[in-house]
């Protein structure tokens, strides 16, 4: 079986970290995200992973590949567009490479997303309807924001229409951006720039060849800083219900969830968590606060500093009594001086001492 992740946006929305890494290798919960859903799709039976780059991608996806082709035991292959074609226009491009004799449906993915990846049910819920198309759906509290996918009162699963930031309540479903596709939605596609969520899929549905799938559990798109420190704490807590296991860290100064890789170092008398993640080789040094944030890679926390609903990016430095607060995004090898308070990513003040 096969696999299409759409990973060609220019990550604009998470800058200042992918100014140094493509969007898709920005870790999320100590592994790159784009590793979240090609782990997810191996364990659904999916052998080969087409990867849907834009031309500025640089070689260091390339490297990604190697390292995980060999780890996963998958193949995975890219393939790149020299101009913009929008989110159906790169199925087209990669047609070879997703058709084979098998006559197989193949899985979609939008790599923003994070979420249980329920595939093989959905593998399941495909064969069962027998139409030519499935997207998954998740349930939101204020529709009005997205673009709602309503389906059929009697069949429940069979989509109608799609109605975007809806004036009134017409349905509570959004586009969960995952799809299982029939070899022959290939053929409804030009090369071109197309949306399959405003062209693709609206065409299909009015053949009543369109169903959809409830998700089961949390959601979420993490291609922003707000949104993926919701999805981290969502996914941490899925992980406390399913996998407490991967929750390395625990202790009188540890509060609810948090993560920290096993060659992190946190000094004493510091107080961590909730809906904290601290990557590898990171050095929290006495008497600092982290809660809801992330600490990526070779990062240090210097004493009595304190990081709170922010993003501390690789190898970077906050510094004695700083504060970090309120979704700052701290790039690559970025040094707050000690003492510097930083709110929503602009400095503030030197804290007097």
Not at 141 to 160: F, I, M
Not at 203 to 216: D, G, H, N, Q, R
Not at 337 to 343: F, G, L, Q
Request: glycine share 8%; proline share 5%; hydrophobic share 40%.
């Amino acid at each position: 079986m096969k696999a299409l992740i759409l990973v060609g946006g220019f990550g604009t929305r998470l800058r200042p970290l992918t100014f140094s890494i493509p969007k898709p290798l920005v870790d999320f919960v100590n592994k790159p995200m784009i590793l979240h859903q090609i782990e997810a799709l191996k364990a659904a039976g999916v052998t080969e992973v087409v990867l849907a780059i834009n031309h500025q991608q640089p070689e260091v996806m390339l490297n990604f590949v190697k390292e995980y082709e060999k780890k996963l035991g998958m193949k995975i292959t890219f393939s790149q567009e020299t101009e913009p074609l929008g989110t159906a226009g790169p199925l087209a491009l990669a047609r070879d490479m997703l058709i084979d004799e098998s006559g197989n449906p193949f899985f979609m993915l939008n790599s923003d997303v994070i979420c249980e990846y329920p595939l093989l049910e959905m593998i399941e819920f495909h064969k069962n309807h027998g139409a030519e198309a499935s997207i998954m759906v998740t349930k939101v509290n204020d529709p009005s924001k997205y673009g709602v996918v309503v389906t059929n009162e009697a069949t429940e699963a069979r989509v109608e229409s799609f109605v975007e930031k809806p004036k009134h309540f017409v349905g509570d479903k959004i586009n969960a951006g995952i799809y299982l596709l029939n070899p022959s939605v290939l053929d409804r596609i030009e090369l071109r720039r197309t949306s399959i969520e405003k062209e693709i899929f609206p065409k299909i549905a009015s053949e009543k060849k369109l169903y959809a799938m409830v998700l089961p559990g949390f959601w979420m798109d993490i291609g922003q800083p707000k949104d993926y420190l919701t999805g981290q704490r969502m996914y941490l807590h899925y992980l406390r219900t399913n996998a407490p296991e991967e929750l390395l860290v625990s202790g009188d100064h540890i509060i609810g969830n948090v993560m920290a890789d096993e060659t992190a170092v946190i000094g004493e008398r510091c107080l961590i968590g909730p809906d904290v993640v601290i990557g590898p080789g990171c050095v929290i040094e006495s008497g600092v606060r982290l809660f809801g944030c992330t600490v990526m890679r070779g990062s240090r926390i210097k004493e009595h500093a304190c990081v709170s609903d922010s993003i501390v990016g690789w190898d970077s430095t906050v510094g004695s009594w700083a504060r970090v607060a309120n979704v700052t995004v701290l790039g690559k090898d970025v040094h707050v001086a000690d003492a510097e308070v930083y709110s929503s990513g602009a400095p503030i003040k030197e804290l007097t001492i």
